[in-house]
């Protein structure tokens, strides 16, 4: 299986430093306080905020309490598989952003309450994980709730002793290491950095997240963009300010 | 250097909104700031500043966006105001609620507010009217006043230091509501006005506009029948979709706008059901677009 | 910009899954040409005045990669989708392609036609995925045309005539066939030769797929699927070995089974396609069940005539029977027993039903082509099959197509085996390259050291830069150390064959006070020059051993190591790597005063063989070295006694020797190699240091060792011997090594001296080869060495020419802790990888010594012309003998017999019913093995232009009984 041609070129036809398409919607799912569908190359998710609010459940008197649940869709990869909730991966994956996010959000300011993020992964192809961070971040900003920065992400992997961006699901299946990051732009602040499946050395681990960087400092530039056009839109459409 | 391929997707009804208005050159706004998430708010040194809603301070001291939305500067406070949030409860709003529980002397109302909502036997009209104590017996009986379920309008009474709001229903206004639909909109389209219940007795219509984003829409008026009954039911219906494809084009929601485009549906003849469909929608912007103008010249 | 690629897979498991991917376009994809302003010089793969860029199709890159890689076809273009398709369908074509692209002489590049804006085409619906490949390949077409318009011709190069078809007619392009590219190309008359290997016709895509399936006719039975093969292995029905092959026959071999005997396959149809070497899956069949094809009158080595089913279009040569080329000593006895006796020892019999992995050789194999059968001579330009001859005769021929049939007939070339499909009689094979011409000492030498993988290239100048420079000689620094005892004082001597000049052994000698001897025995340090993970030490390594040719020697080390830094020449000091034993009087040697170290010594003189045996015989001589020599032998003698006692065998295998004529390399005689005291008695001083050292280094490393065994073989193999012997009343006990030694010793036949060289010789060859291995391959019992009676044995005392005693002087070093073993040495992985490719190595270089000798021994008789000889019966087989002339010590197999006249059918021998001899067809001679016969020896041209060595009976009853036939005739007619 050959993941970078000689020419230089992936298995879609990307370089090994190009990022997917991007897309970002807000305002996804009206029932919900923020929401957002993030979709990098064919990886979709769907964000929905929900909070913060007065639940029965325990509440912190200092700051918000912040839940998290993953779900994939049974038709989201090739296979119609059901893999609910509760599985290990979904829990894992669902701490990682909780963590991640709850981190960017200024929880003091929202003391005895508690906001619920809920995932859905609507179509798998890679990089999951990067694509809820991003679509949590944009339906957080969506309701309105107080952040610290701007948090892009994405996941850079290294086959073939090449360091690539953004690897669909071929390319994670290839065995290499992957190395999901989150990033905060303005304050310069890696949020997140993991790394699954393998050993790298030092210097290739130092060339991965730089790159790793630049790639989640694209992926920035596009939610802001995304924000700031929702933003003037939502402001038109409500007339004198 | 990292690429990216942007998505040239959208098709949502803000942007359609958005395009229409812009289209017809009404999208005047008076050139305010937009400001999104961490994004540095430019200060004067010398002067310093009072950091308001929705900013924050950095670890290297510079000031920046806590949300996304519309910079607003007065003297030397610096504010953000989100365009899009939780209802944030102010001592005079007119609300409407469900309660959710009952607990020692107070319902627990849920207004889809950040902190909770209480409203307190003290603060309620007592059945037969009377001023008088609370007693026991009282308490007994709160759920026959309100019960779990029930949808309440109240107005805010106050909002304690910790957050939390205090109800009131003393008052013909507000109380248990009856027959009618509950809309849920976004709370900031609703702009706090002197009057928010409104009666409209042409259409035998009633309407509540809380602060909250809740909406009630319910038909009033005494039976004369069948016919003015459905007549009723139709333009209740009507008021509702009329706010729902405001919501939907998050256009503001006042009385004149829900005026205007019931009105326009009625002289479309548009059916109540296809009031949410895509030409209904663009023509409530063309509508908007040309009641804007009108104002601009006003 | 972006594309969505949705299409329906079928999993392994049977479902059916829709797969959805990404596809993106690019422009940043260059063209490659430096004729287009926009692409980057270092882009700019083909080249600006070339005659015209051609478009290549995947049916020319699977079919023609031949002709791609011919260095006259240059500026291709290769749109990504035809790799891409290649890759699926032939991965080896695939990789030669990318070879090519990598290529920096070549001009090939590869277009990214896939994701270019451009040329990217989109799958209709209904259209076939071949359609749509072909709509892109003629997309990159136009898409060039317009590119370059007038400044370049672009052709498209496919094998598909609708594809050319509508490339003229949609793209206005130019489109060949690789056979009209290749006329159009009239400066290169070879590529019509490439080109010509596809006939007349033009192929189409769908040829491959049916069409000649009807005609084909299933010769073998088709392999048994994977899974019930290894179902059949799980519950024992079927068996999987490595496939041996007679030497003689390719189509006989056994398989060595679990079940402990060894089954063997006979006949071409048993053997199914499976070649020497391959790992296969046999079933077994039960003895009355004929073969199909098996041996018929004139089959060892192959079927008949009547190919046209095949498609051959050239007729088949009938081979006949071989009487191949005289063989040196061999290791394969080759006794065989008849199909259809019913003795209970006798070993099942299977067929091969499947191939787990082949054999194949990557580098090919060498050979001739014969000649055609009608005598005519091939028609130059003409493309034909072929029959390629390997010169290991223990693989088939092969089917080789070519157009150059007339040049290459007459040469020695390589090969490489393509594949063989169950309705070819024979397996397809590919030319690759020619060494040279037949016969041509040079060109023969290098076909033997290709087929036994030697490297001759020189050695790299990374290797040699780890040489000290010359002159060198022993330094302060060496004298200093504290580690090296000066023992130049000593009186060593070295004792080597005549004109040895890698000297890699001395001996001394000495009295000592206490009335004791001191015996010592001086290695060179070869390993104070080669260092581990060095590229000296990486290429000794591989090579393993020095390889001994009859003209040439080809070294492990370079030769300012071997000849002279190394060498442990007269009077010059070297460095050693020493080991001090003291001795009584008696011969016993005192274990715990046994010393090793590094030193320095001075040999006082590098004797030969001959001169030292003189000076030991000649009593006059009391010189230092002479006295030495006197006492080494004395204790040489001693040791071999005590060696004798334990068991220890004395095996003779005549070595040939060959007295070469220094200027024209010409032999100038052939003869067995004497074997005088002074090898005695430097071979046992050799086998004591080996085994002290074995002993030391075990002691010190008992798991990564590197130790010699030899393993006894079982009954099983002795018993054709032991068979042949009966009629003679000789019998051999094999219960020990003992035993066997004493029993050979009573091996005689009273007036037959050679007899019992004879007998010893074949006994060698029933025993297993010695091998390498390291400690914690086997179990303790398991080290042992049958052949010398020895429970511990390594080798230590010829580093200069092979790895194996490199190895050892490091683990002795570190055994006294004055070197440190790399990590490597340690892991039992490395050390087994390393013994067994010195195992090889070792064996290889064997072979190819012996197939040195061989050769030389033709061109002696070719010289000498025809000679008649005594031999001796040495084997049997179906139809013929083989034998060994002992004068000569040359050993081939006799086939038919000539009696001068005609009717030599009447005196084809046949194996009698008891397998133990050949009888006669008239019934009148009768022949076992170790019978004496009389051959003649002379060499003839066989098989078109091979020469070979043939003997042949020479039947001195047959002009008696000829004489009495006649009588009778007359007899009768006068009645």
């Known amino acids: ?241 | 250097m990292a690429l990216l391929v942007e998505s040239t997707e959208t098709a949502d009804w803000l942007s359609l909104c958005h395009a229409g208005l812009s289209a017809a050159g009404a999208s005047h706004l008076g050139a305010p700031t937009f400001v999104c998430v961490g994004d540095a708010i430019e200060i004067d040194p010398a002067q310093g500043f009072l950091r308001g809603h929705g900013t924050h301070v950095d670890p290297n001291g510079a000031l920046r966006a806590s949300v996304c939305g519309v910079l607003q500067r007065i003297n030397k406070l610096v504010v953000v105001r989100p365009l899009k949030s939780r209802y944030i409860a102010e001592t005079g709003d007119v609300v409407v609620g469900r309660v959710t529980s009952i607990a020692g002397r107070r319902w627990k109302v849920d207004l889809h507010t950040r902190q909770r909502a209480e409203l307190s036997l003290a603060a309620v009209i007592l059945p037969g009217g009377i001023q008088r104590r609370r007693t026991a017996e009282d308490e007994l009986n709160m759920r026959g006043v309100f019960k779990e379920g029930d949808l309440i309008s109240a107005e805010v009474q106050a909002v304690r230091g910790d957050g939390s709001v205090n109800l009131h229903t003393r008052s013909a206004r507000y109380g248990l509501l009856g027959e009618g639909q509950a809309l849920r909109v976004v709370p900031n389209l609703i702009r706090r006005q002197r009057a928010h219940s409104h009666e409209l007795g042409e259409l035998g219509v009633s309407l509540i506009l809380g602060c909250n984003g809740m909406v009630w829409v319910a038909p009033v008026g005494g039976g004369e029948g069948e016919d003015e009954a459905a007549r009723r039911r139709g333009n209740a219906c009507r008021v509702a979709n009329a706010v729902r494809a405001l919501g939907r084009l998050c256009l503001p929601i006042f009385l004149g706008t829900v005026m205007g485009v019931v009105g326009i549906s009625v002289e479309g003849g548009v059916a109540v059901r296809e009031m949410g469909g895509q030409a209904f929608l663009e023509r409530v912007v063309e509508w908007e677009a040309g009641r804007r103008k009108e104002m601009d010249v006003d | 910009m972006w594309q969505k690629n949705a299409y329906l897979k079928k999993t392994r498991q049977g479902n059916v899954v829709k797969v959805v991917r990404e596809h993106y376009l690019r422009d940043d994809i260059s063209s490659g040409t430096p004729l287009d302003p926009q692409c980057s010089p270092s882009d700019a793969k083909l080249s600006a005045d070339a005659r015209h860029y051609l478009v290549v199709d995947t049916n020319v890159v699977l079919k023609a990669t031949d002709f791609l890689e011919h260095s006259s076809i240059d500026d291709v273009i290769v749109p990504s989708i035809v790799l891409q398709e290649a890759k699926s369908r032939n991965l080896s074509a695939y990789h030669r392609i990318r070879a090519l692209a990598a290529d920096p002489q070549r001009r090939f590049y590869v277009f990214a036609n896939e994701n270019h804006r451009d040329t990217y085409v989109k799958q209709k619906d209904g259209e076939l995925i071949n359609d749509r490949n072909d709509r892109a390949i003629r997309a990159v077409v136009s898409w060039y045309k317009q590119l370059l318009g007038d400044k370049m011709q672009v052709i498209l190069l496919s094998g598909d005539r609708e594809n050319r078809r509508l490339a003229r007619e949609e793209c206005g392009a130019e489109a060949c066939s690789v056979q009209e590219y290749a006329r159009m190309r009239t400066d290169d008359k070879e590529l019509l030769d490439l080109a010509a290997h596809w006939g007349q016709q033009e192929f189409d895509e769908d040829d491959e797929s049916e069409g000649k399936s009807k005609k084909r006719r299933r010769i073998y039975e088709d392999h048994r699927p994977l899974s019930s093969l290894t179902q059949g292995i799980k519950n024992g029905t079927l068996h999987q070995g490595v496939l041996n092959v007679s030497r003689y026959c390719w189509h006989e071999g056994f398989v060595p089974s679990s079940i402990g005997q060894e089954i063997r396959i006979e006949g071409v149809s048993r053997m199914n396609r499976a070649m020497a070497g391959d790992v296969v899956v046999v079933e077994i069949v039960p003895d009355n069940v004929a073969s199909r094809s098996g041996s018929r009158p004139g089959a060892a080595d192959g079927p008949d005539a009547d190919e046209e089913d095949d498609g051959y279009d050239v007729g088949d040569e009938t081979t006949g029977l071989e009487a191949s080329a005289v063989h040196g000593v061999d290791d394969a006895i080759c006794l065989q027993g008849p199909q259809d006796d019913d003795s209970s020892t006798k070993p099942p019999s299977g067929q091969v039903v499947g191939i787990i992995k082949r054999a194949w050789r990557t580098r090919g194999y060498c050979g001739t082509i014969m000649p055609p059968r009608d005598g005519k001579d091939f028609v130059p330009g003409r493309a034909r099959w072929v029959r390629f001859r390997p010169k290991d005769r223990r693989f088939p021929h092969m089917m080789m197509r070519t157009a150059q049939a007339d040049q290459l007939l007459g040469k020695n070339i390589v090969a490489v085996v393509e594949e063989w499909q169950s309705h070819r009689r024979l397996p397809d094979c590919r030319y690759v390259r020619t060494i040279g011409t037949v016969g041509d000492t040079e060109a023969e030498t290098d076909v033997l050291l290709m087929e036994n993988d030697i490297a001759t290239s020189p050695f790299t100048p990374e290797v040699l830069a780890c040489l000290p420079p010359l002159p060198w000689d022993v330094g302060p620094a060496d004298v200093a150390d504290p580690h090296r005892r000066d023992l130049r004082h000593l009186c060593v001597c070295s004792v080597d064959p005549p004109g040895c000049k890698d000297i890699d052994d001395a001996l001394h000698v000495r009295l000592l006070p206490n009335g004791n001897y001191e015996l010592g025995v001086h290695i060179a340090d070869v390993t104070h020059f080669v260092k581990p993970e060095t590229a000296l030490d990486t290429e000794a390594a591989q090579r393993g051993t020095t390889v001994y040719l009859v003209q040439r020697r080809i070294d492990m080390l370079p030769k300012a190591l071997t000849e002279d830094i190394c060498s442990l020449r007269g009077n010059v000091d070297r460095l050693a790597f020493s080991v001090l034993w003291e001795a009584t009087l008696e011969g016993d040697v005192l274990h715990d005063k046994t010393t090793f170290t590094k030193s320095i010594i001075r040999s006082r003189a590098a004797l030969t063989y001959e001169e030292a045996q003189t000076r030991i015989d000649d009593d006059r001589l009391t010189d230092d070295v002479s006295m030495s020599l006197k006492a080494l032998a004395r204790f040489g003698q001693i040791l071999r006694k005590r060696r004798m006692e334990k068991g220890a065998l004395e095996l003779a295998s005549p070595e040939v020797k060959l007295s070469i004529d220094t200027e024209s390399l010409n032999p100038t005689d052939i003869g067995l190699s004497q074997v005088r005291l002074a090898n005695k008695m430097v071979e046992e001083m050799m086998l004591l240091a080996n085994s002290t050292v074995a002993e030391k280094i075990l002691s010190r490393f008992p798991s990564s060792a590197c130790l010699r065994r030899h393993p006894a073989a079982p009954r099983s193999k002795y018993e054709p011997l032991l068979k042949a012997l009966e009629p003679h009343g000789v019998s051999l006990d094999v219960t020990s090594n003992k035993r066997l030694a004493e029993t050979l010793d009573g091996a005689v036949l009273p007036g037959d001296p050679f007899f019992n060289t004879i007998v010893r010789m074949m006994a060698t060859r029933c025993m297993n080869e010695a091998q390498y291995f390291g400690a914690a391959q086997y179990s303790r019992s398991e080290y042992y060495h049958f052949g010398l009676a020895m429970d511990l044995y390594t080798h230590f005392t010829s580093p200069i020419r092979r790895y194996a005693d490199c190895l050892v002087h490091r683990f002795l070093a570190a055994s006294m802790d004055q070197e440190v073993l790399p990590a490597s040495a340690h892991d039992v992985d490395t050390v087994k990888g390393v013994t067994d490719n010195l195992n090889v190595r070792h064996r290889n270089a064997q072979f190819a010594g012996r197939a040195s000798v061989t050769l030389f021994t033709l061109i002696y008789f070719k010289q000498k012309g025809t000679v008649t000889e005594a031999a001796r019966v040495v084997g049997l087989r179906k139809k013929s003998v083989i034998v060994f002339v002992p004068k000569y010590g040359i050993e081939g197999m006799v086939g038919r017999i000539l009696s001068g006249g005609e009717e030599a059918a009447k005196w084809d021998y046949v194996m009698n019913k008891s397998g133990n001899g050949v009888v006669s067809q008239s019934g009148k001679r009768s022949l076992k093995v170790f019978d004496s016969v009389t051959v003649r020896i002379e060499v003839k041209t066989t098989q078109g232009y091979e020469e070979e060595v043939i003997m042949s009976l020479v039947d001195e009853d047959a002009a008696q009984s000829a004489d009495a036939d006649m009588d009778t005739a007359d007899a009768m007619d006068e009645t």
């Open chain 1, 1 to 241: 299986m050959e993941y970078v041609t000689p020419e230089g070129l992936r298995t879609d036809g990307r370089r090994p430093r190009e990022l997917r398409k991007l897309g970002c919607q807000l305002g996804t799912l009206e029932s919900a306080d923020g929401s957002a569908t993030c979709e990098m190359g064919f990886t979709k998710v769907l964000a929905a905020v929900f909070g913060p609010r007065d639940t029965a459940g325990k509440l912190h008197p200092d700051r918000a309490v912040v839940r998290c649940q993953v779900a994939t869709a049974p038709f989201s990869a090739g296979e119609r598989r059901r893999r609910g909730k509760r599985g290990p991966l979904a829990t894992e994956q669902a701490a990682t952003i909780r963590e991640t996010l709850a981190e960017n959000i200024h929880l003091e300011l929202l003391p005895r309450t508690q906001i619920d993020l809920y995932f859905h992964v609507l179509q798998a192809d890679g990089g999951i994980l990067s694509t809820c961070l991003n679509a949590g971040m944009l339906a957080l900003a969506d309701a309105g709730i107080p952040l610290k920065d701007l948090v892009g992400s994405c996941t850079v992997g290294y086959l073939e002793s090449t360091p690539l961006l953004d690897l669909n699901y071929i390319e994670e299946s290839g065995g290499g290491p992957l190395l999901p990051m989150a990033y905060q732009p303005n304050m310069d602040k890696i949020l997140m950095l993991q790394m699954d499946k393998g050993k790298l050395p030092v210097e290739t681990f130092e060339v991965l997240a730089t790159l790793a960087t630049e790639g989640c400092r694209a992926v920035t530039g596009q939610i802001r963009q995304s924000l700031m056009n929702h933003t003037k839109q939502l402001a038109v459409a409500r007339g004198s300010v």
